[in-house]
């Protein structure tokens, strides 16, 4: 019998100033990018004893003065009253973010570093929100016990390897197959760069690896088999015991 397909989404979150390259509804490819992030940095200063015994009627006027615009290093705050009035002045560059009732200033700061958001895998863009882009696509889906925790995305051929002979370089970034979970070939296969395991057996030790295992029982097994020697995109979430086959279209 045929595994049945169901659609299943992946929500990313975005934190940063953000540049959407896609639409909602728009089918991407894997690898596509996404969103463009800016990185931002918040910057507090202690202006009390600056402000003194300032009024909250003068904060409220300050914040509502430079509500979220941009300001100047030097570009003045407001002159200090007194017998000598001074210049208070802003100490860098960036958006005001306002004064609290403590007198503390807060300065958005843009940093240069910017990050690419790609797509995993082939799908669509479900939902675009202010926070986070949800993707939508096709998978078949494996149920099993998880060994250790742990959730990730990674490409793999469905090959079962057991000798320790057979982990290298080929197989970093992928999910491994195997029957074999003895400690030194589980460290092996970290050093390599494998990002995850499944098994169809299960161990009386401690698997103390860092990797997500999964353990599939017989059946689930041997219908990933089934699909032997091909590459696909997996999601394996062993923390609830599932690993995603992605459907390309």
Not at 108 to 129: D, F, H, L, R
Not at 130 to 142: A, P, Q, R, Y
Request: charged residues 30%; contains cysteine; proline residues 2%.
């Amino acid at each position: 019998m045929m595994r049945k397909k169901v659609k299943t989404k992946w929500g990313i979150t975005l934190l940063g100033e953000k540049e959407f390259l896609v639409k909602e509804g728009e089918v991407v490819t894997e690898g596509q990018i996404l969103v463009k992030l800016k990185d931002k940095k918040i910057n507090s200063f202690d202006f009390s004893g600056f402000l003194g015994k300032i009024s909250t009627d003068k904060l409220l006027s300050l914040n509502e003065k430079f509500n979220n615009s941009w300001v100047n290093t030097g570009e003045m705050v407001c002159m200090t009253g007194g017998i000598f009035p001074s210049k208070i002045c802003f100490p860098m560059s960036g958006k005001f973010l306002g004064f609290d009732e403590f007198g503390i200033l807060r300065i958005e700061e843009n940093v240069e570093n910017e990050k690419q958001i790609i797509s995993p895998v082939n799908s669509k863009v479900s939902k675009i929100e202010d926070d986070k882009i949800t993707l939508e696509f096709e998978v078949e889906e494996f149920k099993g016990e998880g060994i250790t925790g742990g959730k990730v995305w990674a490409k793999g051929k469905i090959v079962v390897i057991d000798e320790i002979k057979d982990l290298n370089s080929n197989l970093r970034g992928c999910l491994l197959f195997t029957n074999n979970l003895s400690k030194t070939f589980l460290l092996k296969a970290e050093v390599v760069g494998v990002k995850g395991v499944v098994t169809n057996c299960k161990s009386d030790d401690d698997l103390s690896v860092d990797l997500p295992v999964l353990f599939l029982e017989g059946g689930e097994w041997a219908e990933l088999l089934n699909k032997k020697g091909e590459t696909k995109n997996f999601l394996l979430n062993s923390r609830v015991g599932r690993l995603l086959l992605v459907v390309l279209e």
